[in-house]
């Protein structure tokens, strides 16, 4: 019987067409960078090429198991049709496939009786081998588009989780109009403002308090009222005091001339004590404005003390509030950084897997 023997090769590149760009990532990288990868790999696909992966789409593509030219003389099939394995298994004995040497070019060699077939079965295994390489960046590509999907679903899920939680410690806190910094500032802002409102009406008081206590001397000893300085300071005082000398001086040069009941010195000494209760009248408001005006500066020291170990109490709450913000914020951020890097992901792999690009191309049939 004579027997006839077809060749095919095809050229193959360590490299696929990178479409996409380099930037986009395979989920199968058909790209083989060392000499020692190189030489395994393209053991690999000699043995690929004669595999029953790459045999039985053969046979099943050209109907092998019903083909009385493929069986030959020896095979009735009237009797029985052999399986499709059964094919694939005659099939995987005809195939040969060799690296020629010194180069990247895969050469498959097909023996068989019917020089047709042959050619015929020669070129199937070629283009199963290119379809079954490509099949198989594209399933692995689904498979991890379907586990990404699923992933992105949870992740989708963690994020809203992440937010709402976010949204609601705002929600609680009053944080949502004003950012957790700008009111760490307000609550630093209005420490501040107190502590200097305090810290001057805390001065003020002191410098009354001295005051303060000559006041009180002064309520045991009348006379010693002229001799406060808030007194002394007074220009009305000043005034007073120099109109009521000059009506005494007066009241005592009239004493001299008439009797102390003429009508006329009746008369000054009316002046002289009106004016006299007019300066004490003053003395005693401005003692009086010096202890109401302490009490005043008391009275707001205490309540601007309070109000400042209020603002500290709120700032201490805050930055503890802070660290339960950032932690929730930096959740969030992380869910949602994950987020995007899967869905980017998710899109370059199914976008990769839909390319029907292959590193291995015809170069003969």
Known sequence: TRIYRSRASVLIDFRAPQVLGSKVREVVDLAINRSWRSKSYLETQKRVVSSDAVSIRVAERLALPSNPSFWGKGVNLAEQTPTLKQAAARLGGMVRANIVRNSNILEVRVDHHDPELAAEICNSV?????????????????????????????????????????????????????????????????????????????????????????????????????????????????????????????????????????????????????????????????????????????????????????????????????????RLNRQRANTEQVYSLVMSRMKETDLSGQLRVNNVRWLDR
Do not use: C
């Not at 992933?151 to 705002?170: P, V, Y």
């Open 126 to 326: 070629v283009q199963a081998y290119l379809d079954f390489n490509v099949d198989y960046k594209a399933t692995s590509a689904q498979g991890a588009v379907k586990w990404l999907a699923n992933q992105l679903d949870d992740l989708k899920k963690e994020l809203e989780t992440s937010e709402l939680a976010l949204h609601e410690f705002k929600r609680k806190n009053n944080i949502i109009s004003v950012s957790m910094k700008d009111k760490q500032s307000l609550i630093a802002r209005r420490i501040w403002q107190l502590a200097e409102s305090l810290t001057e009406t805390r001065m003020k008081r002191m410098a009354l308090s001295a005051q303060r206590k000559q006041v009180h001397k002064a309520r045991k000893d009348p006379s010693l009222k002229m001799a406060l300085s808030a007194v002394q300071k007074s220009h009305l005082v000043q005034t007073m005091r120099s109109t009521y000398s000059e009506e005494y001086k007066k009241y005592q040069g009239l004493r001299q001339r008439y009797l102390d009941k003429h009508p006329v010195v009746l008369e000054q000494k009316a002046k002289v004590d009106s004016t006299r209760n007019a300066l004490d009248r003053e003395v005693n408001n401005i003692v009086a404005g010096i202890e109401s005006k302490y009490r005043e500066y008391l009275d707001n020291e205490r309540q601007l003390a309070g109000a400042l170990q209020v603002a500290k109490n709120e700032g201490l709450q805050i930055n503890k509030r802070e660290v339960s913000y950032r």
